[in-house]
Each structure stands twice: as structure tokens, then as C-alpha cells.
């Protein structure tokens, strides 16, 4: 022990006669390893962490899979309940099973109205997760029993609307128009799904427990003790491919898969996240070689005082080892500037991605990532001492006596610290094709054309209470009084509403029975996307009708079924024919045969990544009256000076009756970018920082060669060489181990491209154009980087160089 810390007050002493040396070295590696801790922390809480809830690895969600014909490319889908309550009552393989869904409920009373996301769950949820009450009790059996109107409260809407008083359980709220009896609060670290701010019993008539066709909820289990995944998925194969013998008009070709839950619940950004990883390790790599260089060129200057310890009975371990000490605390305090800017990274990343990141609430830097950067710093410190301390076994103290300070003392090093620049390049190179590839992919996407106008457009949620609006001429009434006061608002110039905006991901799909077409089972029936809307919604959007007629006020519900449909349905199914006049029926409601009456432009419906267009069908909401629309609404002013205008004629018809939701469609827009522009910008970033990590490792490497070679260029110069050969000669030096990192990144290059596939639009992931430009990028700032030592070299005075020992 005494001898470490005599090893630390010697290597303190040592930094401290360069602190230019130690500030550079401090900044590259606070780059690095702020940068991983960062992106750890993420990943940390997001794909690694558990789940909150008892033994989380047992915790499953179980989807239907749908048949591959019907729906090429969707892998999984929400559950009937038929077939939920068979899965319950038939598997052998879960020790407990729950559906749950979820809607908006209008919460009034005390305070202004507002809309609030209910989990609507069969109280087995609760049993599935094993979570906790913070105050009270959860659901149970029989709360969802019919009459029966409890609710469990999040504990985030406990504390801002009551307060966090534990006398709010026991009494009374009132949710879309119904009073319910609050019996719990669920603590916010065991909210499922994470969204929900409170929680009331799924209630099925007998009616509703039959239905096998529509897939509307999701399903969550726990498996036994001691069966695995793979055991369950077995199971449920067995199970599925019974239901579909028993029930093949609604189950043939259905299936159900069995996923971890924490797997289900990050897939969206779990493959973003491992490029970040992967992209900030590489930056990390390059600060250590940055580092390693400059440690190499010191360690180098100080052959003669190393000779010196060595002649004088130090081993070479002892010598070694420390170097190591020097380099670790150069790490450590790197490590501890980097825990600051990760911190600032985390807070940006959060506020970045906000409720679209799972766990968002639990990323921060906590003992796991305190311990991830201190092992980090750690292994970065012996990293970079790893070469220098190597140069230094190999040396022999007895030649460096004899040489001293002579520039052929370090012959040997050249080629370590010009592999060191090829690495740098290499690494740099990738990380930059990577930013690219994502760059024009972002661009290729927002270049897309939706199939409307996304500017000028004000959007927001309405969701009416049946309690209020029972039938469906109450709920169209309402709508109807509202559009007419919002358009007479001054700078609407139109407004609609439908039941799910453009570029929403989800949505209502449904199989259709064309008319004159061989009859199918439901099974086999063909999905296509369904929407309901108000008559002015396709003005309002821009959504052009291309034969036909659009939907109008006297599509009533005592009006005869009418519907639209897109270009891609009407290409579909009529080919070559017009679809204006053809039939149809949803088999979701029987017996109501609708005429097709307009045929419109194909729009994007849920999200500008998807290439093909999607067969949609538009129903009058009259018609299929869904007591919850999204108002959209066209302006000539900017639309978010209208928001509190357009909340205002909503609650002159029903004071009572929140807006939320309440955005621009250019905004709704890029929240469907969110995770493609995060990835470009943090991956760019990285890029960046390479970049110039990289040319800063070109440059020092230079200017310690011209240092070193200072009398070799002197004599050049007296024997006749020219400006113009010292530049050539330095240039050459630095732009061979640039070209050859750029031959081997090029390479690297073509395997991160295909590991980013998943993860770009519209762009080959080896695109050739990309990759020659992101070269001669590289190759400028490393010739940019060549040129200050180069200037340098050529104003060596040969009198003075040849002077030099």
C-alpha cells in the first residue's frame, strides 16, 4: 500500500509538470466516457434494469399472431375476448392471467375537466404484476362485477388533484359523467402501462364474452414456477391450433405468441439504443487512442529519466506499473468531468424523447452507472497506458542512455503511433457513414408526401361520455354544434373530425365482404383500415376526391350506409374498374351493406415509413357514431393561437367537456419521427466528436514527428530540399495512415451499414454515394489536420537545427 500511494504522489507530481498535456488528455477522455455513461444510463434503465414488479422474468404479454396472408409484415395483435377467456380457462402453463385496455374518461368536478388515460383491466391485472397499493387497496375479484364503479387512482393523479391525502380513498370522483368510489392508489413505480392515471374494472356482458372476430385488447400473463417461455409458447400453440378447429370461421390461421413483457415493452427503441452503444464505444476507443498517443509521445521524451530508475535497480514492472497509475488518474478524472456532462446528456436525451421512452422516469445516474463509470475510467486508464507501457518492456535502458534525447531514440514508435491514427480514422469513418446513412434517411422521410396538407392544421381529442350522449344522434348532434361554432371562429377557414388522425400509429383495421366476391370466413377475410369522420374533414385535411362525392350532412344515420374509399382499396379490388357504386360490408357490423359513393386519395395513415399505400375505407361517423373524435381544424393564422378558441366552443356546448391533445399536425408529425431524428441527432453527434477526435490525434502525431525530426529536416534543407518537399514529405507522413483507415473504415463501414437497416428509409445502407462522400470528408479534415505541422516544418531554420544534440 505505501508503495501505490508513493507511485500516486509521484505520477500527481508528473501531471503536474504538464498540465497542458494532462488538460487535453482530462477533455478527450471526459468526451468519452461522458458520452458512454450517458448512453448507459439510458440503456441502463430501459433494456436492463428489471421490471418493478416480483420475479419480472415470469411476467409475459401474450398477443394473437395473425395470419401471414392477411396481414404481411404484422407480426403480432390484440385479443379477442372469446378467445382471452379460453386462453384462461384451458393453458396449463400460467399461474394467472388479465386483459386490459384502455380509454379516455372525462375526470370533472373539483378543478378544470381533463381528459385522463384509464386502464381499463379485469382486476387479475393486479395479480398478474403482484403490485402494491400505496394507499388502500387495488381491484379485486368482483369489482367488475356489472354496476360496480370503483377506481384506483395513480399516485402522480392522487398528489396534483387530491392532494396525496389518504382520506381521497373511500370518496368519490367523477369520470365521463359517472361517479365511482376511489379504493386505492397504485404507486408510480408500479404503474402498468405507464401512461394510465387510473385504473377501473373491465365489465363484459355475456354478449361481449363471445366475440372471437374483434381483437381489441391486450392479454398479460405469469407463468408458473419453473416453465420457461419456449414451454408456454408450445402450450399456446397446441391451444390455438384447437380453438382454430372449433372456431374456424373467427380463429383459422390465428395463433399466439408468448414475449417477456420488458421485451414487448422496449422493442421499439431497443435496436436504436444498441447503435448508440455500439457508436459511443467506438468514440471511446478513439479518445483512448488519442490519449495513448499523446502518453506514448511523453512517456517517449522521458526515455532517459526511465533509463535512469531502471540503471539505478527500478524493474520493469515497477516502471510499468507506474505509468499505469499516471494514466488511470488521468482516466479517473476524466471519468469524473464525464459524470457531469452525462449527467446534462440524460437530462437531454429525457426531455428529448419524453413520454416515448419506456422507464423514462427511472433513466438518471444512479449507484449502477456510478459504478459503470468508475469501472470504465478504470479499464479506460489501463487501455490507454496499454501501449506506451509495451514500448516501454521493449525498450532497452542501456541504448536509451547511450542515445539521450537523439530523434532515433523512439524508432520503434512511429509505427505504433501511426496504427494508433489508423485505428482513429477507421473508427471515425464508420460512426460518420452511420450518421449519414440516418441523415438522408431522415430527410428521405420528411420528404414524403403524406397525402395531405400537415400544415395549418390544429388538432384535438374529444372524447363524450355515453352517460351524457347515449345515443348515437346525441353524440353526432354534439359534434356537429361544435365543428359549426368552430368554423365561424375568425381565421378557421375549415374543420372536421375523425376518429384517428394521419400518421397515427394503430388505428381500427377490419376484414371487409366485398360484394360479388366468393364468401370467406372471417378468418380468411381480407383487413383493411377503417375511419370515421365528419362531414368537412377531407376540406379540412386536403385529402383530394378523386371520383365520386365526399361525405355530407344528409349522410345521417336513417340515411342509406354509405362509404369512401382509398385509391389502394379501390386499385385493390376493382381493378380497372370504377369503384364508385360498388358494395360492401364490415363484417364487424352484419347485415348493413354500404355503397361505396367517393373514391380519395391515398393518405399515410400510420406513418410516412410505410412504402405501400394502405386500403382504407371512410365511414361517416354518424353512421358508426364513436362518441370520441379528434377535431381537426385548417387555419389562416398560426393554429396554436386558435387552441384556447377551439377548447372554448367545445366547452360553450358542454362546459363540462375537456380537449386534450391539443397539437399542430406538424408537431403530431414529428412525434412519429421522434425516434429516427434522436438516433441522427445523438449518432451525428458522436460522428462530430469523432471527426475531430481524429483529427486531433493526425495533428499530434505531426507535430510530435516534426518536433523529433526537426534536425533530420534541417539537414534536408541545408543540402538543398525545397519548402515545398518539407510539405510534401510532412503531408505524406500524416495522409498514409489516414488513407489507411479509411481503406479498412470503408470496410467496417459496410457491416455497421447493414446492422443500421432496420433503422433508415429510402436509402441503401451501403449507399456508394454516401460513402465516397463521407471519405473525401474524412481525407479533407485529415489533410486539414497535416497542414499546421507541415507549415511548421517548413520554417525550421537548418543553422539552428543543425546545432541541436
Keep these: 500500500m505505501a508503495a501505490l500511494l508513493q507511485e500516486i504522489r509521484y505520477a500527481l507530481r508528473v501531471i503536474a509538470k504538464g498540465p497542458g498535456f494532462a488538460a487535453v488528455a482530462i477533455a478527450v477522455l471526459a468526451l468519452g466516457i461522458g458520452a458512454n455513461t450517458a448512453i448507459f444510463s439510458v440503456v441502463h434503465a430501459v433494456l436492463l434494469k428489471p421490471l418493478p414488479f416480483p420475479e419480472p422474468d415470469r411476467i409475459v404479454s401474450v398477443p394473437h399472431v395473425p395470419p401471414p396472408e392477411i396481414f404481411p409484415g404484422r407480426k403480432t395483435f390484440a385479443v379477442s375476448p372469446a378467445n382471452y377467456l379460453d386462453w384462461k380457462r384451458e393453458n396449463r402453463v400460467f399461474e394467472s392471467m388479465a386483459a386490459w385496455g384502455d380509454s379516455y374518461l372525462a375526470l370533472t368536478g373539483s378543478g378544470r375537466p381533463e381528459d385522463v388515460l384509464a386502464g381499463v383491466v379485469v382486476p387479475d391485472l393486479f395479480t398478474v404484476l403482484r403490485a402494491r397499493p400505496l394507499v388502500g387497496r387495488l381491484l379485486v375479484a368482483g369489482d367488475d362485477e356489472p354496476g360496480r364503479k370503483v377506481v384506483v387512482l395513480s399516485e402522480a393523479l392522487w398528489k396534483t388533484r387530491f392532494g396525496g391525502s389518504p382520506s381521497a380513498v373511500g370518496g368519490k370522483v367523477v369520470l365521463s359523467g359517472e361517479a365511482y368510489t376511489i379504493v386505492g392508489v397504485l ?90 452503444l455500439g457508436a459511443v464505444g467506438f468514440v471511446l476507443l478513439i479518445a483512448c487512442a488519442n490519449v495513448a ?69 427511472s433513466v438518471g445516474v444512479d449507484g449502477a452507472v456510478l459504478a459503470f463509470t468508475a469501472g470504465l475510467s478504470l479499464a479506460t ?124 400509429d394503430g388505428g381500427s383495421t377490419q376484414p371487409v365482404a366485398i360484394e360479388g366476391a366468393p364468401a370467406a370466413t372471417l378468418a380468411e377475410q381480407p383487413e383493411v383500415a377503417v375511419r370515421s369522420l365528419m362531414p368537412g374533414t377531407l376540406k379540412a385535411l ?75 375505407i371512410y365511414v361517416p361517423e354518424a353512421q358508426i357514431s364513436r362518441g370520441w373524435l379528434t377535431l381537426v381544424v385548417r387555419t389562416a393564422v398560426e393554429p396554436r393561437s386558435l387552441a384556447s378558441a377551439v377548447t372554448a366552443a367545445v366547452q360553450a356546448i358542454d362546459p363540462e367537456q375537456p380537449v386534450t391533445d391539443i397539437e399542430t399536425m406538424e408537431q403530431h408529425a414529428g412525434d412519429a419521427l421522434t425516434h429516427a431524428r434522436f438516433t441522427m441527432l445523438l449518432l451525428t453527434a458522436f460522428a462530430a466528436l469523432a471527426l475531430l477526435l481524429s483529427a486531433v490525434g493526425i495533428y499530434s502525431v505531426l507535430a510530435y514527428a516534426v518536433r523529433r525530426r526537426t534536425r533530420e529536416i534541417g539537414i534536408r534543407m541545408a543540402l538543398g530540399a525545397q ?52 471519405a473525401a470528408l474524412l481525407a479533407t479534415v485529415a489533410l486539414l489536420a497535416c497542414a499546421l505541422p507541415a507549415r511548421r516544418a517548413t520554417h525550421v531554420e537548418p543553422t539552428e537545427a543543425l546545432q541541436e544534440n
Design 381 to 504: 486508464g489501463i487501455l490507454a497506458g496499454i501501449l506506451p507501457g509495451w514500448r516501454l518492456t521493449a525498450a532497452n535502458p542501456i541504448e536509451a542512455l547511450k542515445q539521450g534525447g537523439r530523434s532515433d531514440a523512439d524508432a520503434g514508435s512511429p509505427a505504433v503511433r501511426n496504427g494508433l491514427v489508423v485505428a482513429e480514422v477507421a473508427l471515425a469513418l464508420m460512426l460518420m457513414v452511420g450518421a449519414a446513412l440516418l441523415v438522408r434517411s431522415l430527410g428521405k422521410l420528411r420528404g414524403v408526401d403524406p397525402g395531405f396538407e400537415p400544415r395549418n392544421l390544429l388538432l384535438g381529442l374529444v372524447s363524450i361520455p355515453d352517460a351524457r350522449y347515449p345515443t348515437p344522434e346525441s353524440r353526432t348532434a354534439f359534434f356537429e354544434r361544435v365543428l359549426e361554432r368552430i368554423r365561424a371562429l375568425p381565421g378557421v377557414t375549415a374543420a372536421g373530425a375523425m376518429n384517428t388522425v394521419p400518421l397515427t
Design 293 to 361: 498517443n499523446l502518453v506514448l509521445a511523453k512517456t517517449v521524451g522521458r526515455r532517459k529519466e526511465i533509463a535512469v530508475r531502471a540503471a539505478l535497480g527500478a524493474s520493469r514492472a515497477r516502471v510499468v506499473r507506474q505509468l499505469f497509475v499516471e494514466t488511470i488518474l488521468l482516466a479517473l478524472a476524466g471519468g469524473a468531468l464525464g459524470l457531469l456532462l452525462a449527467g446534462a446528456g440524460v437530462r437531454l436525451i429525457v426531455g428529448f424523447l419524453g413520454d416515448q421512452l419506456p422507464h423514462a422516469a
Design 723 to 774: 519548402r515545398s518537399d518539407v510539405i510534401r514529405l510532412v503531408v505524406g507522413q500524416g495522409m498514409r495512415p489516414a488513407f489507411l483507415g479509411l481503406g479498412i473504415g470503408l470496410a467496417g463501414s459496410l457491416v455497421f451499414g447493414r446492422a443500421l437497416s432496420s433503422l433508415v428509409f429510402g436509402v441503401s445502407p451501403n449507399d456508394p454515394a454516401i460513402l465516397a462522400s463521407v
Design 542 to 616: 386536403k385529402i383530394p376526391v378523386r371520383r365520386g362525392r365526399d361525405i355530407t350532412s344528409a349522410d345521417s344515420e336513417k340515411a342509406p350506409p354509405v362509404v369512401l374509399i382509398s385509391e389502394a382499396m379501390a386499385r385493390r379490388f376493382w381493378p380497372g374498374q370504377d369503384a364508385v357504386g360498388k358494395r360492401l360490408t364490415l363484417t364487424f357490423f352484419p347485415g348493413v351493406v354500404r355503397e361505396v359513393v367517393g373514391v380519395v386519395g391515398d393518405v399515410k395513415l400510420r406513418g410516412v415509413a410505410l412504402v405501400e399505400p394502405i386500403s382504407a
Design 187 to 276: 404507486p408510480a413505480a408500479q404503474t402498468f402501462p405507464e401512461d394510465a392515471r387510473l385504473w377501473i374494472p373491465l365489465v363484459w356482458t355475456p354478449e361481449e364474452q363471445a366475440i372471437r372476430g374483434i381483437h381489441d385488447y391486450r392479454v398479460v400473463a405469469r407463468l408458473k414456477p419453473g416453465i420457461t417461455v419456449a414451454r408456454a409458447q408450445a402450450e399456446m400453440n397446441v391451444l390455438s391450433a384447437r380453438l382454430a378447429e372449433l372456431y374456424p370461421k373467427d380463429d383459422k390461421g390465428w395463433g399466439a405468441a408468448v414475449i417477456p413483457l420488458h421485451e414487448e415493452l422496449v422493442g421499439d427503441v431497443k435496436p436504436a439504443l444498441m447503435v448508440l
